[in-house]
Structures are given as structure tokens and as C-alpha cells.
Antibody
Framework: QVQLVESGGGLVQPGRSLRLSCAAS????????MNWVRQAPGKGLEWVAT????????YYGDSVKGRFTIARDNSKNTLYLEVSSLRVEDTAVYYC?????????????WGQGTLVSVS | QSALTQPASVSGSPGQSITISCTAA?????????FSWYRQFPGKAPKLIIY??NRPSGVSNRFSGSKSGYTASLTISGLQADDEGLYYC?????????FGGGTKLTVL
């Protein structure tokens, strides 16, 4: 079955950088777009970024544009999120999420998330 | 402010039906054609329960989705105690994805 396992979260100081990873299994990773979605403590879901199945297009939410970079390595079935110039307000659980189609679509599977704390 | 607006809370008694609305607003409102719904329990990842008014396999037929104009709706019929939780709507355009602010469902 589909499995998405995030890693790389932790406690980091403001202004520093971090790289989150998401190991995917149980499906043809190279055929689906992927999202990062975050959730601040006690808050709702916030879309962070999208990458097409072949990595040719990336889209970002306004609050992270210019600071975060989404990437993927289809040979390793792994999704990444480079987060830089971190702010206190970036503190959140970051979810890796599979999209239902190669480019656009709804999220049909979620990872369990990795917590990033900026303090 | 989210591009998709949901009520903060809804409640109902066991056996009743409830509906959670999700209204698109702003410059992208006309581009949100397809909606999905997720349920989230505390400390857990969200789970897909409705997509484009369809149910994934394994989701109870007590859950149904619809859309009219700029508003999507999730209806839960035959309310049960374990339906309590947070519910989020979502939609996407060519360039972005949006989530509603979430609705807390309380079963009285």
C-alpha cells in the first residue's frame, strides 16, 4: 500500500535552514505530483508547495515563496523540501502528500508528518 | 485568510444529518472546480473522505459531497459518535491548492 515517510524535522534557530525528506513506496512515484502541506500547532492545514511528477513545474504558497524549494528524485522515490530563512511562524508539522494525478489534483494520501520547531 | 471558508463548528445528535459548507472567495474563486474533503483526528494525518463528490473505497456511504456554484458541501447522514473530529475542504487551481480553515464536528 502507499506509504509516505517524512524525516528531517527538528528544532532550529530562526534564519537557519533545514531539508525535509519524504520516502515514498507502494506506488509508481514518478507518475504522480506531490505536495507539501503544513499545520501549525492548533491551526488548520496550509498548502506549501507542489511539484509535478517529472519535476518540470513547481508552485509555492505566498508565505514561503523565495524561501522554500520543493524537489524530487524519482530514481530514489524521494520528495524533498529545502526550507531556508526560517521564521518562528514556520513552526508546524510538515506533511508529504501524494496528488491524485501527474500534475494537478486532490491529495489522496498523506504521510504522518515531521515537526519543524523554529525557536 | 483562507480562500475557502468553512464554519468553525457544527453539531448534531446521533442519527441526524449535518452539512458542512465550503465557500470559495477571492480572485481564484471561479477556478475552484473540484473539491475534496478530509477528516483529521487529533495528532493524526488527515484522511481523504470525498473527492469530486465521490467516495474512496472503504469510506462509509453516510458521507456524501456536492457542489453548487462557489460552494461545496459535505453531508454526513446517520451521525455517529465516532464522526466527531475536524473536517477540511480543499480545492486546486492550475497554480495553487487551498484548504478551508476546518470545521469541528461535535456529536451531542
Amino acid at each position: 500500500q502507499v506509504q509516505l515517510v517524512e524525516s528531517g524535522g527538528g528544532l532550529v534557530q530562526p534564519g537557519r535552514s533545514l531539508r525535509l525528506s519524504c520516502a515514498a513506496s507502494g506506488f509508481d512515484f514518478s507518475s504522480y505530483g506531490m505536495n507539501w502541506v503544513r499545520q501549525a500547532p492548533g491551526k488548520g492545514l496550509e498548502w506549501v508547495a507542489t511539484i509535478w511528477n517529472d519535476g518540470s513545474q513547481e508552485y509555492y504558497g505566498d508565505s514561503v515563496k523565495g524561501r522554500f524549494t520543493i524537489a524530487r528524485d524519482n530514481s530514489k522515490n524521494t520528495l524533498y523540501l529545502e526550507v531556508s530563512s526560517l521564521r518562528v511562524e514556520d513552526t508546524a508539522v510538515y506533511y508529504c502528500a501524494k496528488i491524485s494525478s501527474p500534475r494537478l489534483g486532490y491529495v489522496d494520501k498523506w504521510g504522518q508528518g515531521t515537526l519543524v520547531s523554529v525557536s | 485568510q483562507s480562500a475557502l471558508t468553512q464554519p468553525a463548528s457544527v453539531s448534531g445528535s446521533p442519527g441526524q444529518s449535518i452539512t458542512i459548507s465550503c465557500t470559495a472567495a477571492g480572485s481564484d474563486a471561479g477556478f475552484y472546480h473540484y473539491f475534496s474533503w478530509y477528516r483529521q483526528f487529533p495528532g493524526k494525518a488527515p484522511k481523504l473522505i470525498i473527492y469530486d463528490s465521490n467516495r474512496p473505497s472503504g469510506v462509509s456511504n453516510r458521507f456524501s459531497g456536492s457542489k453548487s456554484g462557489y460552494t461545496a458541501s459535505l453531508t454526513i447522514s446517520g451521525l455517529q459518535a465516532d464522526d466527531e473530529g475536524l473536517y477540511y475542504c480543499s480545492s486546486y487551481t492550475t497554480f495553487s491548492t487551498a484548504f478551508g480553515g476546518g470545521t469541528k464536528l461535535t456529536v451531542l
